[in-house]
């Protein structure tokens, strides 16, 4: 899923991880993926919450 973020904006580099995939991610797989990414920002968000800044 975090490599979702890699290729936002170049479609290019989508099209080359898809191309060594094998094949197209069909609708659930996109869904999917879409769903994965929310959660892991906000699992990001929750733990940058929880992590004393140092001083």
Do not use: H, Q
């Not at 898809?18 to 699992?43: I, K, N």
Request: with cysteine; aromatic share 8%.
């Amino acid at each position: 899923m975090r490599l979702a973020d890699t290729w936002t904006g170049r479609p290019d580099l989508r099209a080359a991880f898809l191309g060594g995939y094998g094949r197209p991610l069909g609708p659930a797989e996109e869904l999917r993926l879409a769903c994965e990414s929310a959660f892991d920002a906000v699992s990001g968000i929750a733990t940058a919450r929880a992590t004393p800044i140092p001083r």
